[in-house]
């Protein structure tokens, strides 16, 4: 109903009358200090009993470290992995373009000696295979980083796993 009033609100009287009775029994109490009809004070409780630390939290702490590091090295060496794989594109497209104008320059006989355009094509060919050299040692790395990050890995689920079995015991 668009337009309509809203009821007024209306003032709730037990929790006037509450605080009333509370200033009431604030002068009721006897010579002990103890309102009759309250409750008796609580004690203190004694701590939660503690399970003593794991034997493996040391462990577990030092393995997750290592893991994260682990996994540091990785990302920067997949930074790495790109870059060399991104050259190894460039270098492929470069040597193509040196090749096809190597073919271009035989087919119009342009070429004046075959020492020189042998010279090119093998140095554009070591050039391409560097870069390929570089490409596959960067992925390399990046499998043995990940080999290792996954043994960290390893390592500390099994000291979690081993945690909770031990919880479970109790």
Same mark, same amino acid.
């Given at each position: 109903?668009?337009?309509?009033?809203?009821?007024?609100?209306?003032?709730?009287?037990?929790?006037?009358?509450?605080?009333?009775?509370?200033? +009431?029994?604030?002068?009721?109490?006897?010579?002990?200090?103890?309102?009759?009809?309250?409750?008796?004070?609580?004690?203190?409780?004694?701590?939660?009993?503690?399970?003593?630390?794991?034997?493996?939290?040391?462990?577990?702490? +030092?393995?997750?470290? =290592? $893991?994260?590091?682990?996994? =540091?090295?990785?990302?920067?060496?997949?930074?790495?992995?790109? +870059?060399?794989?991104?050259? #190894?594109?460039?270098?492929?497209? %470069?040597?193509?373009?040196?090749?096809?104008?190597?073919?271009?320059?035989?087919? %119009?006989?342009?070429?004046?000696?075959?020492?020189?355009?042998?010279?090119?094509?093998? #140095?554009? =060919?070591?050039? %391409?295979?560097?870069?390929?050299?570089?490409?596959?040692?960067?992925?390399?790395?990046?499998?043995?980083?990940? $080999?290792?990050?996954?043994?960290?890995?390893?390592?500390?689920? +099994?000291? #979690? =796993?081993?945690?909770?079995?031990?919880? %479970?015991?109790?």
């Amino acid at each position: 109903m668009v337009g309509m009033r809203r009821p007024k609100k209306q003032k709730v009287e037990g929790v006037e009358e509450a605080a009333e009775d509370a200033a +009431e029994v604030d002068g009721e109490a006897g010579a002990t200090g103890e309102v009759p009809g309250a409750p008796p004070p609580r004690q203190a409780s004694p701590p939660p009993a503690t399970s003593p630390p794991s034997p493996g939290a040391a462990q577990r702490e +030092e393995a997750e470290e =290592i $893991y994260e590091d682990a996994a =540091i090295k990785v990302r920067a060496i997949k930074r790495l992995a790109k +870059e060399a794989g991104d050259a #190894e594109k460039v270098a492929e497209r %470069l040597h193509q373009r040196k090749m096809a104008r190597l073919e271009a320059g035989d087919r %119009l006989g342009r070429r004046k000696s075959t020492f020189g355009a042998a010279k090119r094509t093998y #140095e554009a =060919i070591i050039e %391409l295979m560097s870069a390929q050299l570089k490409s596959a040692r960067a992925q390399f790395m990046l499998a043995d980083a990940q $080999y290792a990050c996954s043994a960290c890995n390893v390592r500390v689920m +099994e000291l #979690e =796993i081993a945690r909770l079995r031990r919880a %479970l015991r109790r």
